[in-house]
């Protein structure tokens, strides 16, 4: 017994009526749309779905798992055809397809991305949907390692076209439309329809999102199968130190620790495993993604995130870690943990220097550490000093355990290097499902309300205002610009408050000045879409991902030339230097005159270089070498 599961328009009807032509073996559906799931699904020895498997019912979930894939182009536009002719003939086909691309809060089966996450790695057999039109009976054969199969009959066997003339078993409507829709359901069966029937933006905008689990799939942009993922045991075990996820608020490490857990979930590795600690306790992997990423912005315990953060401040790290584990500050799940784990690990991983302390009292062979920046070697003084301490005794934990090291950018590979510690530059990245261009225009419109916007066109800057954002030389020169210019482009300032964060804005230009606050991570993608242009002339960055995310969004951008920020825009950018404010002047006035939508393609381009996908990979080989550290 079987549950055979596909995202839709992948092959999976024309595998049933194969396997009933050819072996005699009948099967049922589970869905629970439409007509509902169907009444023998229970005993029936193959079971199809497209649903998540959340979604089933345990009994589905426990049988061997049959996926079927299907490069995400031609299924999306044999979905959004399915449902013009079939489920809703009155629709529009570019609009079934853009909402197929789009998958907006989950519908269509969750997208392609995340139906191809949850159930690749689950699968007992995977056939693709170029190797059953090719070769079906030898795809059958696979299922011999999951369930009896007879003898084929291969003279019984109907090619795609025979079936989409006839009136098969499944997929004609034989029940229901006299079997009428037999030349619907199975429309070309061949590779490659969507170079015919994409439009280049939907194909780009399909790419922008769902490229890095194409390729993780072993499809390229071009429509070549490039490779088969690898899905076998992963024999080295991780500890990965995330107390970070535990912050009042997300910086940028925070969204590192968090996109890189994701893409360990997302892209499950086969070389190692991961445990995850935060605030001295062990959760798996899964616990830590579903329970503790994304819990940390939620503005309703935003009080109690300050207290926390107060709290962890003033107290001595022993007192503030049991105060953790058992006098709960922000409310989350009932999940399995434990305080200290006895199992020898083979590797932890430090995500951030200054919570070295937080390994403590556990074992492992070796270890690696992520460094994000040297902000405390060449700015100690836009530091806290208890920060800069902290930061200096993770780098002599890293010096004393002969940790190999992860550096966010060749600027920080080449900071590290002075110091005489040598690094492999493994870059950050983007989560292009979630930064894009929003097109949900009352989205939009309830984030101009939400933050007070300005209508039109605006300049956009987000960062934490501290020092090293360079904040005050940014007002300095933006009120150096005409006022005719200020008033059609005005400054709007995004972040939360971080140590010295007073600013002087200029009398001249308060009314063109707005600070809108800190943000929630869900909200930004549509900010940076409403933005004319996007602003970040920081002193020293280790990597920078807001750049990234506004590139993502296809949003113009002003960067300083100092450190990594010139790695990431490449030639997608504008470039200024940070303590010149004449530079700044003229960097902003060539910001305001761009084509927005002639830069908006280039820089989400450029976006595609960085993924959180490739940042993992790399991440993973590294942490499973015996040789490294």
């Known amino acids: 017994?079987?549950?055979?599961?596909?995202?839709?328009?992948?092959?999976?009807?024309?595998?049933?009526?194969?396997?009933?032509?050819?072996?005699?073996?009948?099967?049922?559906?589970?869905?629970?749309?439409?007509?509902?799931?169907?009444?023998?699904?229970?005993?029936?020895?193959?079971?199809?779905?497209?649903?998540?498997?959340?979604?089933?019912?345990?009994?589905?979930?426990?049988?061997?798992?049959?996926?079927?894939?299907?490069?995400?182009?031609?299924?999306?536009?044999?979905?959004?055809?399915?449902?013009?002719?079939?489920?809703?003939?009155?629709?529009?086909?570019?609009?079934?397809?853009?909402?197929?691309?789009?998958?907006?809060?989950?519908?269509?089966?969750?997208?392609?991305?995340?139906?191809?996450?949850?159930?690749?790695?689950?699968?007992?057999?995977?056939?693709?949907?170029?190797?059953?039109?090719?070769?079906?009976?030898?795809?059958?054969?696979?299922?011999?390692?999951?369930?009896?199969?007879?003898?084929?009959?291969?003279?019984?066997?109907?090619?795609?076209?025979?079936?989409?003339?006839?009136?098969?078993?499944?997929?004609?409507?034989?029940?229901?439309?006299?079997?009428?829709?037999?030349?619907?359901?199975?429309?070309?069966?061949?590779?490659?329809?969507?170079?015919?029937?994409?439009?280049?933006?939907?194909?780009?905008?399909?790419?922008?999102?769902?490229?890095?689990?194409?390729?993780?799939?072993?499809?390229?942009?071009?429509?070549?199968?490039?490779?088969?993922?690898?899905?076998?045991?992963?024999?080295?075990?991780?500890?990965?130190?995330?107390?970070?996820?535990?912050?009042?608020?997300?910086?940028?490490?925070?969204?590192?620790?968090?996109?890189?857990?994701?893409?360990?979930?997302?892209?499950?590795?086969?070389?190692?495993?991961?445990?995850?600690?935060?605030?001295?306790?062990?959760?798996?992997?899964?616990?830590?993604?579903?329970?503790?990423?994304?819990?940390?912005?939620?503005?309703?315990?935003?009080?109690?995130?300050?207290?926390?953060?107060?709290?962890?401040?003033?107290?001595?790290?022993?007192?503030?870690?049991?105060?953790?584990?058992?006098?709960?500050?922000?409310?989350?799940?009932?999940?399995?943990?434990?305080?200290?784990?006895?199992?020898?690990?083979?590797?932890?991983?430090?995500?951030?220097?200054?919570n070295a302390r937080f390994l403590d009292g556990f074992s492992f062979k070796a270890s690696t550490a992520t460094v994000h920046d040297l902000t405390h070697v060449f700015f100690p003084s836009l530091h806290q000093s208890n920060n800069v301490r902290l930061t200096e005794e993770g780098m002599e934990w890293i010096n004393r355990n002969d940790s190999s090291v992860i550096a966010v950018s060749q600027s920080t590979q080449q900071d590290l290097l002075a110091q005489g510690i040598e690094s492999e530059v493994i870059a950050e990245g983007v989560d292009r499902r979630k930064f894009h261009p929003t097109q949900n225009q009352h989205l939009k419109d309830l984030i101009k309300r939400r933050y007070s916007l300005p209508t039109g066109k605006f300049i956009l800057s987000v960062s934490t205002i501290e020092p090293r954002k360079n904040l005050q030389r940014l007002l300095l020169a933006y009120c150096e610009l005409d006022v005719s210019i200020r008033e059609a482009h005005p400054l709007v300032l995004a972040g939360r408050k971080g140590w010295r964060s007073k600013l002087k804005v200029p009398k001249r230009c308060t009314d063109q000045v707005h600070f809108i606050g800190y943000v929630s991570e869900d909200h930004l993608p549509a900010l940076y879409t409403l933005a004319s242009g996007f602003c970040y002339v920081s002193l020293y960055e280790g990597f920078g991902l807001p750049v990234l995310e506004a590139l993502a969004c296809g949003c113009p951008v002003l960067v300083s030339n100092k450190s990594s920020l010139p790695e990431i825009v490449g030639e997608s950018g504008l470039l200024c230097d940070p303590n010149q404010t004449e530079s700044i002047v003229k960097g902003l006035l060539e910001l305001v005159v761009l084509n927005r939508e002639e830069a908006a393609k280039t820089a989400m381009r450029q976006s595609w270089k960085f993924t959180w996908r490739q940042s993992w990979e790399s991440t993973a080989r590294l942490l499973a070498n015996d040789n490294g550290g």
């Open 1 to 354: 017994m079987i549950t055979l599961v596909s995202y839709p328009r992948s092959g999976n009807t024309f595998l049933r009526n194969v396997l009933l032509d050819v072996y005699g073996i009948e099967s049922s559906t589970y869905l629970t749309d439409g007509h509902g799931p169907d009444a023998d699904w229970q005993t029936s020895d193959v079971v199809k779905t497209h649903h998540l498997p959340k979604e089933l019912p345990s009994t589905l979930n426990e049988r061997p798992i049959v996926y079927l894939i299907r490069d995400g182009r031609d299924a999306a536009v044999s979905f959004a055809h399915h449902r013009k002719d079939i489920v809703a003939p009155e629709s529009d086909y570019e609009q079934n397809l853009r909402e197929v691309v789009y998958a907006a809060e989950g519908s269509h089966f969750g997208g392609w991305s995340k139906h191809v996450e949850s159930w690749l790695p689950k699968a007992n057999v995977v056939i693709r949907f170029e190797d059953l039109i090719k070769d079906p009976i030898a795809c059958c054969e696979q299922l011999r390692s999951v369930m009896a199969l007879p003898q084929p009959d291969i003279a019984k066997l109907l090619d795609f076209n025979q079936l989409k003339q006839g009136v098969p078993e499944y997929g004609s409507g034989k029940y229901t439309h006299g079997g009428s829709l037999a030349k619907y359901w199975f429309r070309k069966g061949q590779v490659g329809n969507w170079k015919e029937e994409m439009k280049d933006e939907v194909a780009f905008m399909f790419w922008h999102l769902h490229g890095e689990t194409m390729e993780w799939a072993g499809y390229n942009e071009i429509g070549e199968i490039t490779h088969r993922p690898n899905f076998r045991t992963a024999e080295k075990k991780v500890l990965v130190e995330a107390t970070k996820l535990s912050d009042g608020f997300v910086d940028g490490i925070g969204r590192y620790v968090q996109e890189m857990l994701r893409a360990a979930s997302r892209y499950p590795s086969p070389y190692v495993s991961l445990d995850i600690l935060i605030d001295g306790q062990v959760h798996d992997l899964d616990a830590a993604v579903e329970n503790w990423i994304g819990a940390t912005q939620d503005h309703a315990s935003a009080p109690m995130q300050v207290i926390k953060t107060v709290l962890k401040a003033i107290l001595p790290d022993a007192v503030y870690q049991w105060m953790a584990r058992n006098v709960p500050i922000v409310k989350r799940k009932k999940v399995h943990s434990e305080p200290i784990s006895s199992t020898r690990y083979d590797r932890a991983w430090l995500t951030l220097p200054q």
